[in-house]
C-alpha cells in the first residue's frame, strides 16, 4: 500500500501541492484526476522521491520512503510521462540495465517481457520502435523488478485509440498484484481504468473515493422526464423536489431535467402519476446517468471519501 500524508510543495511563492493525503491499495488502480497544473506530476515525484516535500510523508507498506533504505524503496515502480528509455539500446539491452541497476536476477527481464508483450521486439532498437511499443518498454522497466507498487505519469498520452485499449488492459492486469496510481487529465481513462479516484485542483484534494460513490455524487439524484408537452405545472407542487429545469424538444415534446431535495425517496412513481394525471404523454423516467465531468468543471465542490 501506498500512502501519502499531508504532502505538501511549494516552488518560490507558487504552491504547488497543499496538504494532499490519499491512498493507493493492493489490488487496486487508483487515479489522479484533474486539469493540466492540478499539481498530479508534483504529487507523483513526491510519491517517488524524485521530489522532496516541503511538508508530509509518504509511506510504502508503513515505512517512510524518504527515510528507507534502497531495499524499500525498491518496491515502488516509477514511470514518468515522457516514459524514458535509451533510444540507442535495443530492448532486451535496456531491460538488462535495468536489473543490474536494481540488483535483481536477468531471469525477471523474461517475465517483464512477456507482461507487456514485448517478445517479438526484444532485439529491436528502442529508438525504432512506435510510440506504444515505446510505452511498453518503459513500462517493462518500471516492474523489471516485481514492485509492490507501481505509479504511472499520464501513461495514454500520445497512444492511438487502439494503442489506449491495449494498454489500458495491461494496466488492470497489472493491478492484480499490485497497487497501480496512475495521474490522468482525461475523464475517459479514469472512468476505464480506475477503481478509487483521487481529484485535484489548484494542488488540492477535492474529491476521493471509489469511482459508484463519486459518480452517483455527481449525478446528485437527479430524474430525467420526456414529456409531449411542458411538465413544469403538472410538477408544481409534489414533495421531494427542489427544482425543475425544462427544455423543449421537437415535434412539441419537452425534456425536464427534475433535482429531489437531498434526503427525498424515490419521486418516480408521483411523477408519473402526476403526469398522466395532467393528460401528458411521457416516454422517459429515469434516473441520469452520471458522469466524473462535473468533478472536473466544479472542482470547488467537495466530495468526502
Keep these: 500500500m ?36 492540478a499539481g498530479k506530476t508534483t504529487t507523483l515525484r513526491m510519491l517517488c522521491g524524485v521530489l522532496l516535500p516541503d511538508q508530509g510523508t509518504v509511506l510504502l507498506d508503513g515505512k517512510d520512503l524518504h527515510r528507507s533504505p ?13 516514459a524514458p528509455a535509451w533510444d540507442e539500446l535495443r530492448v532486451e539491452q535496456w531491460l538488462t540495465l535495468r536489473t543490474r541497476l536494481y540488483g535483481v536476477d536477468p531471469s525477471a527481464i523474461e517475465s517483464a517481457l512477456d507482461r507487456c508483450d514485448l517478445m517479438s521486439v526484444r532485439s529491436r532498437i528502442i529508438g525504432r520502435l512506435s510510440r506504444g511499443f515505446r510505452q511498453r518498454v518503459a513500462l517493462a522497466a518500471a516492474i523489471v ?5 507501481l505509479v504511472l505519469d499520464e501513461p495514454g498520452t500520445g497512444l492511438d485509440p487502439l494503442q489506449q485499449r491495449a494498454f489500458r488492459a495491461l494496466i488492470r492486469e497489472l493491478a492484480q498484484d499490485r497497487a497501480v496510481l496512475l495521474s490522468t487529465h482525461q475523464v475517459g481513462d479514469a472512468q476505464a481504468i480506475c477503481d478509487d479516484l483521487v481529484v485535484l485542483s489548484g494542488g488540492r484534494v477535492c474529491a476521493q473515493g471509489d469511482l459508484e460513490t463519486l459518480r452517483q ?4 439524484g437527479r430524474l430525467l422526464l420526456e414529456t409531449e408537452g411542458d411538465p413544469t405545472e403538472a410538477l408544481q407542487g409534489l414533495d421531494g423536489i427542489e427544482r425543475v429545469q425544462v427544455e423543449p424538444l421537437e415535434d412539441g415534446w419537452h425534456r425536464a431535467t427534475i433535482v429531489p431535495h437531498a434526503h427525498a425517496d424515490d419521486l418516480r412513481s408521483a411523477i408519473a402519476a402526476a403526469v398522466t394525471a395532467a393528460g401528458l404523454k411521457w416516454r422517459q423516467l429515469e434516473r441520469a446517468v452520471p458522469t466524473l465531468d462535473a468533478l472536473i468543471d466544479a472542482p470547488q465542490s467537495k466530495v468526502a471519501p
Design 145 to 149: 523488478h516485481d514492485p509492490a507498487v
Design 2 to 37: 501506498l500512502e501519502a500524508k499531508g504532502l505538501t510543495r511549494r516552488f518560490g511563492a507558487l504552491l504547488a501541492v497543499d496538504d494532499v493525503s490519499f491512498t493507493a491499495q493492493r489490488g487496486r488502480v487508483t487515479g489522479m484526476l484533474g486539469p493540466n497544473g
Design 217 to 220: 455524487s455527481v449525478a446528485g
Design 70 to 82: 534502497p531495499a524499500v524503496r525498491r518496491g515502488l515502480g516509477w514511470l514518468p510521462d515522457a
